[in-house]
């Protein structure tokens, strides 16, 4: 018969062994930290402008440049939203026979689009100012003298002397002065000049050549002006049929036969070359 006698656990083995407690270590909540709002573009400039204002009162100088007025006209007139072409520093150069429509196009992108930051290198010349002309604004004033000691030294990126002793040129160190101040500098050169400027800086800047439809389109945009002779409508035209011989060392052509494209197709691209 089956045993009946319960069983007993040994005393040295006791029948339920103690729970075993594990003490575990709640994870601590992380600290709060107050998280910082990143400053907004405008910002940055705004505080920049402030410590430059700052530093200016602590060294006060002769007077705020013109290229300095002119970059923070810009900075003022320029849309938050176009922080992507406030880096300035690039350099265009546009050139075209007369009658091409390249001053129009040029100052169309200026005027409809300031968020570009184009303004046009300020030109040396030893000729006299003219009217309400400021140096360092409209040109810089030189002497024959100074103008030749400068062409000697190298300082020009490109220069002509159209008469005895009347000089244009730009100097390199006035195109750097407005770059660093955040400004898109635009050339606007003959076809010579503009190959030059081209050749010293390369990559760096973006030639354009403005081009007529044709050689007729072209005289007939010149009789239309009723500003010149006929003699030196002739003697512009020759002067174009040679111009467009260099119109292939340019980077960028752009066939002027519908003004409103050509804009829109400058536009485009000086806009895709300031983005690089």
Request: overall charge positive; charged content about 25%; some cysteine.
């Amino acid at each position: 018969m089956p045993c009946k006698k319960p069983i007993t656990a040994h005393p040295a083995y006791p029948a339920y062994p103690p729970p075993i407690i594990a003490y575990h270590r709640l994870p601590q909540p992380l600290p709060r930290r107050s998280l910082r709002r990143l400053p907004h573009p405008q910002e940055r400039i705004q505080k920049i402008k402030s410590i430059m204002s700052k530093l200016s009162s602590d060294h006060p100088t002769t007077g705020t440049s013109p290229v300095t007025q002119t970059q923070e006209a810009a900075a003022h007139d320029t849309p938050s939203g176009d922080f992507l072409f406030q880096r300035g520093g690039g350099r265009l150069i546009f050139s075209a026979p007369s009658g091409s429509g390249k001053s129009t196009i040029v100052q169309w992108l200026m005027r409809e689009h300031p968020e570009l930051r184009l303004a046009f290198s300020i030109s040396c010349t030893t000729r006299a100012p003219r009217g309400t002309e400021q140096n360092g604004v409209e040109y810089i004033f030189l002497s024959p003298e100074a103008f030749k000691e400068k062409i000697k030294n190298g300082e020009f990126l490109e220069y002509e002397e159209v008469y005895e002793n009347r000089f244009y040129g730009t100097l390199k160190s006035q195109v750097e002065s407005q770059t660093a101040a955040g400004q898109n500098v635009v050339f606007d050169v003959d076809v010579k000049g503009g190959c030059n400027i081209k050749k010293f800086y390369g990559d760096r800047a973006l030639s354009i050549f403005i081009q007529p439809p044709s050689i007729e389109e072209l005289r007939r945009r010149l009789v239309g002006r009723q500003t010149d002779s006929a003699e030196a409508i002739e003697n512009r035209l020759a002067k174009a049929s040679y111009e467009l011989t260099f119109a292939d060392k340019f980077d960028r052509i752009i066939v002027n036969d519908n003004l409103e494209k050509a804009e829109q197709e400058a536009y485009e691209i000086v806009k895709e070359f300031i983005e690089r």
